[in-house]
């Protein structure tokens, strides 16, 4: 399958979090690497905000060595806390201050990235984004996601995003990333969402789950954008079927999972396999058939 050199043993790769047990990323990366033929083990490791320095410091003797490492991925509540103990980080992260990946080089380095980013944009493109140049996104809360998707914004050729929020002193950090993204950057309260909302490009809704039940019910009968709600349990979400009664698309948390963690499997394989030789169509496939999701 393309391996660049012979794996004389197994590496590993973990997803990183708390609470980590309910996580599907093990599923869909497990798929991968033994349809590839890598002998790369992938597991669940729960670690708390407190335990996160500990447990980088013990990298070493919990796996021998880290050149036996291809990388982590990072869940809540530690896409902040990692950042300082990397090695290097991706201009993204450097901007964005919150990763999501760890890749290991050969030497047992590390480096931050953010595919996050590539994952809400990849899923609004297949929810009927067309690339655009100008125009608005619209998200629904200021937390981590929330910038990730302000990147997202940047990379799709938007020039603005507006952030709808509960609260607009908790949008501060939102706000910083857009204009070191080059956006513009409005704050409103989530109520002007429902009137507002035909007039974006793309929407992302970052909120806890049943938090936009209540927007759902007042939504304009009229087409509305491509619709990314990254919640993927419980789903669909009230606010998912009213967008598609309006015959308008929507995508899930589980299709932002699906493309981010393709683009995680890239990083962490490059140094064992050629990506030139791997269908990266055909790889995504499997992936989405591991979380239940069918793609064409």
């Known amino acids: ?130 690339p655009s140049r100008g125009g608005t996104m619209a998200i629904l809360g200021a937390g981590g996601t929330a910038t990730a998707a302000v990147a ?42 429902v009137q507002e909302s035909p007039t974006h490009q793309a929407v992302v809704a970052t909120l806890p789950a049943h938090a936009a039940d209540s927007l759902a019910e007042h939504l304009p009968h009229a087409p509305l954008p491509p619709l990314l709600e990254v919640i993927y349990d419980p789903w669909p979400t009230a606010l998912a079927q009213a967008w598609r009664a309006t015959g308008s698309a929507v995508a899930s948390g589980m299709d932002m999972l699906l493309y981010q963690g393709v683009e995680q499997a890239k990083l962490f394989t490059h140094r064992l396999v050629d990506p030139e030789c791997v269908d990266w169509q055909d790889a995504t496939q499997r992936m989405a058939k591991a979380l239940g999701l069918v793609k064409q």
């Open 1 to 130: 399958m393309g391996q660049s050199a012979t794996v004389a043993e197994t590496m590993h790769a973990a997803v990183l979090g708390s609470p980590i047990a309910h996580s599907k990323s093990p599923d869909m990366h497990r798929a991968l690497y033994e349809h590839l033929d890598l002998p790369i083990d992938y597991d669940r490791i729960e670690v708390t905000l407190d335990q996160a320095a500990d447990f980088m410091a013990s990298l070493p003797q919990r796996y021998g060595s880290t050149q036996r490492l291809v990388g982590f991925s990072v869940t809540m509540p530690l896409k902040n806390a990692l950042v300082p103990h990397m090695t290097t980080l991706s201009e993204r992260v450097e901007r964005l201050g919150v990763l999501n990946t760890v890749v290991f080089d050969e030497s047992g380095q590390t480096r931050g990235y953010n595919t996050d980013v590539d994952g809400i944009r990849l899923a609004l493109m297949q929810a009927g984004y067309q």
């Open 152 to 193: 997202a914004a940047a990379d799709m050729g938007l020039d603005a995003v507006v952030l709808y929020v509960r609260n607009a002193q908790r949008a501060a950090e939102a706000s910083a990333v857009a204009t070191r993204f080059g956006l513009a950057v409005e704050i409103k309260s989530l109520p002007e969402f």
